[in-house]
T-cell receptor, first 111, second 114 residues
């Protein structure tokens, strides 16, 4: 069974700090990996999609990397802001049918 | 404005009732999904559909039913057989062809049993 793990479950940092969120998966035969942001009581907003052939993707202050051989992806957030406070979820797609989600990392950026 | 619309935002169910959650998309995606989210847990797949008039059970399908009569619509019915239905329900859609198949989500429906 494919499993996706996110560490840490929660993270609190002061504003301005650079931070890294981790996502690991048990089966390396992925099609792609997607990072999402979820605000309380809301749906998921897509942040970055990395195809299996790519090593990283960047969008503004966000950079996501993918290492299939080790079963890991990281989301790097530069110069964090209070508005970045949310839960961040990674989802791994193994075929055209299903996504497998981690439990998320709840981020709190303190002013 | 393209996207996924879920309704209602909040839904209350009495014991023994069936309720239906709506999910509509105008992204022309073939695949649609229903997920359940409980506090502190990741999303768990209930049902998914790759094409009209076809759908498959996910990991926690018991007590739920779906239909896919139109490409843009994928309603979820929570039946009285679902013993613990209180949760946040999320609908998603995506393409099924190619590697760059980004998933898009609706804003969710919070279901509470009263």
């Amino acid at each position: 069974k494919q499993e996706v793990t996110q560490i840490p479950a929660a993270l609190s940092v002061p504003e301005g700090e650079n931070l890294v969120l981790n996502c690991s998966f048990t089966d390396s035969a992925i099609y792609n990996l997607q990072w999402f942001r979820q605000d309380p009581g809301k749906g998921l907003t897509s942040l970055l999609l990395i195809q299996s052939s790519q090593r990283e993707q960047t969008s503004g202050r966000l950079n996501a990397s993918l290492d299939k051989s080790s079963g890991r992806s990281t989301l790097y957030i530069a110069a964090s802001q209070p508005g970045d406070s949310a839960t961040y979820l990674c989802a791994v797609r193994y075929n055209f049918n299903k996504f497998y989600f981690g439990s998320g990392t709840k981020l709190n950026v303190k002013p | 404005d393209g996207g996924i619309t879920q309704s209602p935002k909040y839904l209350f169910r009495k014991e023994g009732q069936n309720v239906t959650l709506s999910c509509e998309q105008n992204l022309n995606h073939d695949a649609m999904y229903w997920y359940r989210q409980d506090p502190g847990q990741g999303l768990r797949l209930i049902y998914y559909s790759q094409i009209v008039n076809d759908f498959q059970k996910g990991d926690i399908a018991e007590g739920y039913s779906v239909s896919r009569e139109k490409k843009e619509s994928f309603p979820l019915t929570v039946t009285s057989a679902q013993k613990n239905p209180t949760a946040f329900y999320l609908c998603a859609s995506s393409e099924t062809q190619g590697m760059n198949t980004e998933a898009f989500f609706g804003q969710g429906t919070r279901l509470t049993v009263v």
